[in-house]
């Protein structure tokens, strides 16, 4: 792993980890986290307006892994909507002050990582893991992104961060222009050494068996999508 980061520590002050998710929810916003995330979601959506909702109202339910402070799966249950499509989100993270967080933003809660999904195969509509994947050594985040695809139903959605030297100097930048915290500036900066380019995590999720690629989005992102197999 490439240095370290706040919330790569489960136990750190909850004081920092608040101050820091709420920063992140900012970045998120204004520099393409949120919007990558539900431009992936979208054609999932769009299928479902176009063929489950003649059944009747459609009810989806959302597993976000790593939920943070739940600003992403806020904005996924808000796009839904407009598609038609009622998304129940619950967000897991193992750091406990994000889970109080989350929850006070209105997600149900579990606090555990992302090696022990207390889900079954199938057992979730979407799975979605933001921004997480980059936290984990490499082994780890493939067997994730292999529990990821057993568990969906739907869709598996993976963005991270393109490692990127003009991301990097990018948000020092405009960290100070949004009175962000020294410690969320390094780990900005920490976070975008440890990306991916689309080579490196098309290896990943061909180890764990998944047949996808991923590509570039706007805002140094990269993002994967598909449909679990029934197999």
């Known amino acids: 792993m490439i240095g370290s980061e706040l919330l790569d520590d489960p136990r750190a002050d909850p004081t920092a980890v608040g101050s820091e998710l709420r920063d992140i929810a900012r970045l998120n916003a204004l520099f393409g986290g949120t919007r990558a995330v ?45 598609h038609g499509v009622e998304l129940t989100p619950v967000g897991i993270d193992v750091n406990r002050t994000a889970a109080r967080l989350a ?18 195969p199938r057992s979730v509509d979407v799975v979605l893991a933001s921004q997480v994947l980059h936290h984990l050594p490499r082994a780890v985040a493939v067997r994730w992104i292999a529990t990821f695809d057993r568990v969906a139903r739907r869709a598996v959605i993976l963005a991270d961060l393109r490692r990127s030297r003009a991301a990097m100097a990018g948000v020092w930048v405009a960290s100070f222009g949004l009175v962000m915290s020294g410690v969320t500036r390094h780990d900005a900066v920490v976070s975008l050494k440890r990306g991916y380019t689309t080579q490196e995590f098309d290896e990943m999720l061909q180890e764990a068996g998944v047949r996808t690629a991923a590509g570039y989005r706007h805002g140094a992102r990269i993002v994967a999508a598909w449909s679990p197999s029934t197999d």
């Open 38 to 82: 539900v431009a992936a979601l979208e054609p999932y959506l769009r299928h479902a307006c176009n063929g489950e909702r003649a059944t009747g109202n459609v009810q989806w339910t959302l597993l976000d892994v790593g939920t943070g402070s739940g600003d992403i799966a806020r904005a996924a249950v808000a796009a839904a909507r407009a």
């Open 103 to 120: 929850r006070a933003g209105g997600l149900a809660m579990i606090v555990a990582d992302g090696s022990w999904l207390p889900l079954g």
